[in-house]
T-cell receptor, first 115, second 113 residues
Framework: KAGVTQTPRYLIKTRGQQVTLSCSPI?????VSWYQQTPGQGLQFLFE???????NKGNFPGRFSGRQFSNSRSEMNVSTLELGDSALYLC??????????????FGEGSRLTVL | GQQVMQIPQYQHVQEGEDFTTYCNSS?????IQWYKQRPGGHPVFLIQ?????EVKKQKRLTFQFGEAKKNSSLHITATQTTDVGTYFC?????????????FGKGTKLSVKP
């Protein structure tokens, strides 16, 4: 079974630009979560999608958005990039059991550098 | 909002020494998970604890969930160089919507051979 696939793996943008990151979950997983990882703040939750609906959202500004498609693939978008958005963006899928349980399977991440 | 605090932030040990990382939540958790992230890698699930006072072992790793379900620990006996990485706890709170995992900031373990 293929793991979680994230594209692109690395990208460089300049301030003010926007970026779209893609995540393909493990086949059969309908829950996809996004996390931002930085050295100082660790793993911070962005949002979770389940069956094309955003059902949880972290404490990030509206510049961060996401969506999920009918095949469970997910994208996240960051508009008007700031230097502080430089981070590793991790996607994780889960085979949803009872609410909230089930291990997260992480992708390799998309490393975004904003210049 | 819910916070999960993890200490220490860094731990340097000699190979063969023991290692413990602690996780504390400001609220009661429904369950807690532990992940390991190797340098340059992505977090990988280690275990999930659900019951109050639960203790689980995986070879040299021992995981505990506190009686009040607000704290947890991971103990590694006789560390090896393969244990190097960052260990994260992640707590799930009760109630509300389906919820999300709140990660601690991790403990970065280095092991000197």
């Amino acid at each position: 079974k293929a793991g979680v696939t994230q594209t692109p793996r690395y990208l460089i943008k300049t301030r003010g630009q926007q970026v779209t990151l893609s995540c393909s979950p493990i086949s059969g997983h309908r829950s996809v979560s996004w996390y931002q990882q930085t050295p100082g703040q660790g793993l911070q939750f962005l949002f979770e999608y389940f069956s094309e609906t955003q059902r949880n959202k972290g404490n990030f500004p509206g510049r961060f958005s996401g969506r999920q498609f009918s095949n469970s693939r997910s994208e996240m978008n960051v508009s008007t990039l700031e230097l502080g958005d430089s981070a590793l963006y991790l996607c994780a899928s889960r085979n949803q059991g009872p609410a909230g349980t089930g291990e997260l399977f992480f992708g390799e991440g998309s490393r975004l550098t904003v210049l | 909002g819910q916070q999960v605090m993890q200490i220490p932030q860094y731990q340097h040990v000699q190979e063969g020494e023991d290692f413990t990382t602690y996780c504390n939540s400001s609220t009661t958790l429904s369950n807690i998970q532990w992940y390991k992230q190797r340098p340059g890698g992505h977090p990988v699930f280690l275990i999930q604890l659900v019951k109050s006072g639960e203790v689980k072992k995986q070879k040299r790793l021992t995981f505990q969930f506190g009686e009040a379900k607000k704290n947890s620990s991971l103990h590694i006996t006789a560390t090896q160089t393969t244990d190097v990485g960052t260990y994260f706890c992640a707590g799930m709170n009760y109630g509300g919507s389906q919820g999300n995992l709140i990660f601690g900031k991790g403990t970065k373990l280095s092991v000197k051979p």
